[in-house]
Structures are given as structure tokens and as C-alpha cells.
């Protein structure tokens, strides 16, 4: 599967995007999609992951109450939406796809097996 994320850009804080991941293949109904972020100088991190039918969903505790993941099977899509974001948020995003029967954590970074290319999100203050 290859992912195209988007929706990344410039906003102040408080300000809210929408993040999508679009996913080519015919089985992306069958894949647990996760979102990570990386700040210069720091590593990869898990932010927010969905089951394959989007009944479970998952998040680090910093972005809990304030970042949706979501998922469109149809259109074979993944979304983030980021609300009351703060310069902590400025990351490059990536979305991330594994098989639905992986037994991995949601936020093991390595259990992944697709990558999008990501998408800069600038908070400013």
C-alpha cells in the first residue's frame, strides 16, 4: 500500500487542521493506520492510531482530548483532526499502515510496515 498524507501548514496556536492520509491498494479496509510525528532533533513518535474497522482508536496522553483520528474505508483515507494546538504540536506528520492481525502495540513505531511521506505542521505562538 502507498500512503499520501496532507493537510499540513502554518497556524497559530489554538488553531485547529485536518490531517489526511490517502492509501492506494484494494485492501486498506484490512490495515491499522497510525499517525507519528518527529520535532527537529527529536524521534519519532506515536501520536494517534485506529483499528482496521475504526472501532478502537488510540493516543499519547499529550494530544488526548484534543487530536481525532478517523477513518473513511470507502475512501481509503485517514484523518487527523488537531485542535487547540500548541508549538509543542510543530512536528512533520506521517501516517503509517500494518496489517490488521499485527500483533504489535499501536505505538510501536517499528511494527509498521507502510510509511507516508508526511506533512510539516507549524504552530506558531
Known amino acids: 500500500v502507498q500512503l499520501q498524507a496532507s493537510g499540513g501548514g502554518l497556524v497559530q496556536a489554538g488553531g485547529s487542521l485536518k490531517l489526511s492520509c490517502a492509501a492506494s491498494?484494494?485492501?486498506?479496509?484490512?490495515?491499522?493506520m497510525g499517525w507519528f510525528r518527529q520535532a527537529p532533533g527529536k524521534e519519532r513518535e506515536f501520536v494517534a492510531g485506529?483499528?482496521?474497522?475504526?472501532?478502537?482508536?488510540y493516543y499519547t496522553d499529550s494530544v488526548k482530548g484534543r487530536f481525532t483520528v478517523s477513518r473513511d474505508n470507502a475512501k481509503k483515507t485517514v484523518y487527523l483532526q488537531m485542535n487547540s494546538l500548541s508549538p509543542e504540536d510543530t512536528a512533520v506528520y506521517y501516517c503509517?499502515?500494518?496489517?490488521?492481525?499485527?500483533?504489535?502495540?499501536?505505538?510501536?513505531?517499528?511494527?509498521?510496515?507502510?510509511w507516508g511521506q508526511g506533512t510539516l505542521v507549524t504552530v506558531s505562538s
Open positions: 503509517a499502515a500494518k496489517s490488521f492481525d499485527s500483533g504489535s502495540a499501536y505505538s510501536y513505531l517499528n511494527g509498521y510496515d507502510y
Open positions: 491498494g484494494r485492501t486498506f479496509g484490512r490495515y491499522i
Open positions: 485506529i483499528s482496521w474497522t475504526g472501532g478502537n482508536t
